[in-house]
């Protein structure tokens, strides 16, 4: 398939995969420490903005970890049913 095929409705590029991993990444961080800043005050946590930014990057770094083994778990069932299939046909 070329890359017009694969752009006009086919599957998504490696490279665009990975924009698309890293700007998802980007967005979340970006959006965890604001609701960090407007949401720990209400709970009587004060954090200054570099301890945000820290506290963000650990629940991101979390939150890739939790995603890949979740990603793998799901391809490791799929492979399984897979191979079950064809072994029932």
Do not use: W
Request: proline share 1%.
């Amino acid at each position: 398939m070329s890359a017009a095929a694969d752009a006009a409705g086919g599957k998504q590029s490696r490279r665009m995969s990975l924009i698309e991993a890293v700007v998802n990444v980007a967005v979340g961080f970006g959006l965890a420490v604001l609701a960090q800043i407007l949401v720990f005050p209400l709970f009587g946590i004060h954090a200054t903005l570099s301890e945000n930014l820290a506290i963000g990057c650990l629940f991101t770094l979390i939150s890739i970890a939790r995603s890949f083994m979740l990603r793998r778990m799901f391809e490791a069932i799929r492979v399984r049913s897979a191979m079950t299939i064809a072994a029932g046909r």
